[in-house]
T-cell receptor
Framework: LAKTTQPISMDSYEGQEVNITCSHN???????ITWYQQFPSQGPRFIIQ???TKVTNEVASLFIPADRKSSTLSLPRVSLSDTAVYYC?????????????FGKGTKLSVIP | ETGVTQSPTHLIKTRGQQVTLRCSSQ?????VSWYQQALGQGPQFIFQ???????GRGNFPPRFSGLQFPNYSSELNVNALELDDSALYLC????????????FGPGTRLLVL
């Protein structure tokens, strides 16, 4: 399973756009990129998933360059409630189970 | 639609004891995965169950075992508890074993003294 590298922490003011970049140099051809959000003492919550180019949903956008060795989660106009740990994961369905491999994540602190 | 639920929410055990944690999958989901999350770390995959059979296992010793029932609910059993087993245990359900989105429960906080 591909290893990911992301910043340990980030600070942002309310109302700003936040971009969290994740490196995954060893991503395999059939790997997808998935981001989860986790609040303290809660389970992770799925945010977005993509394979290439750009994916957008109601809460975030995911930008993936052509070489797919990195990806950027973009959160528009963050609020205090977006303070959480954000995990970038890469993996694909192979033989057997599809296990999510989490790193340490990026702790985002939104400042009033 | 009912989300993933776990019980109990908190548990205190002593070293050497055994513990059983329970998980109810989201409606319609046939796959359950269990994760261990130590303080300050990301969740670590323990194992996955698909239609009552173990379908993959992470780097955890055999004293971590599980079950999945016909209604797709699941149990995680840990024997001979060690202090390092203190963690948040998370259950996640999904529609299938592929790259389907995994939906996590709130977790069970286990403290081993």
């Amino acid at each position: 399973l591909a290893k990911t590298t992301q910043p340990i922490s980030m600070d942002s003011y309310e109302g700003q756009e936040v971009n969290i970049t994740c490196s995954h140099n060893n991503i395999a051809t059939n790997d997808y990129i998935t981001w989860y959000q986790q609040f303290p003492s809660q389970g992770p919550r799925f945010i977005i998933q993509g394979y290439k180019t750009k994916v957008t949903n109601e809460v975030a956008s995911l930008f993936i360059p052509a070489d797919r060795k990195s990806s950027t989660l973009s959160l528009p106009r963050v609020s205090l409630s977006d303070t959480a740990v954000y995990y970038c994961l890469v993996g694909g369905a192979g033989a057997g189970s599809y296990q999510l491999t989490f790193g340490k994540g990026t702790k985002l602190s939104v400042i009033p | 639609e009912t989300g993933v639920t776990q019980s109990p929410t908190h548990l205190i055990k002593t070293r050497g004891q055994q513990v059983t944690l329970r998980c109810s999958s989201q409606s319609g989901h046939n796959t359950v995965s269990w994760y261990q999350q130590a303080l300050g770390q990301g969740p670590q995959f323990i194992f996955q169950y698909y239609r009552e059979e173990e379908n993959g296992r992470g780097n955890f010793p055999p004293r971590f075992s599980g079950l999945q029932f016909p209604n797709y609910s699941s149990e995680l059993n840990v024997n001979a508890l060690e202090l390092d087993d203190s963690a948040l245990y998370l259950c996640a359900s999904s529609l299938d074993t592929g790259r389907e989105t995994q939906y996590f429960g709130p977790g069970t906080r286990l403290l081993v003294l």
